[in-house]
């Protein structure tokens, strides 16, 4: 029911969009997240988003250069990615969690994509 997409290769200092389509479902009422797993490390929340969008959450590796945004009338959220380093890269997953609030734990999260992979080249 969620669709990751954009991920690719990348140079460092580059940019890419990841795209979050849901389908099956409205997610207006759910927080919206974006995830990542690189080699041999936990799954971590990068960004979130709550239900209403007036609330957003980046984990410190990122601030200042990804910038997470939803459009409720296209069911999607996007994860703009500017900057990019080469410990950026990792397999990118959007979830999304039902009530609205925004929570670091993966274990709030319902509903989750398949996961996009990002490669940054140094």
């Known amino acids: 029911q969620l669709q990751a997409s954009g991920g690719g290769l990348v140079q460092a200092g580059g940019s890419l969009r990841l795209s979050c389509a849901a389908s099956?479902?409205?997610?207006?009422?759910?927080?919206m997240g974006w995830f990542r797993q690189a080699p041999g490390k936990e799954r971590e929340l990068v960004a979130a988003?709550?239900?209403?969008?007036?609330?957003?959450y980046y984990v410190d590796s990122v601030k200042g250069r990804f910038t997470i945004s939803r459009d409720d009338a296209k069911n999607t959220v996007s994860l703009q990615m500017n900057s990019l380093k080469p410990e950026d890269t990792a397999l990118y997953y959007c979830?999304?969690?039902?009530?609205?609030?925004?929570?670091?734990?993966?274990?709030?999260?319902?509903?989750w994509g398949q996961g996009t992979l990002v490669t940054v080249s140094s």
């Open positions: 099956g479902r409205t997610f207006s009422g759910y927080a």
């Open positions: 988003i709550s239900r209403s969008g007036g609330s957003t």
């Open positions: 979830a999304a969690r039902f009530g609205g609030s925004i929570t670091l734990s993966t274990q709030g999260y319902t509903y």
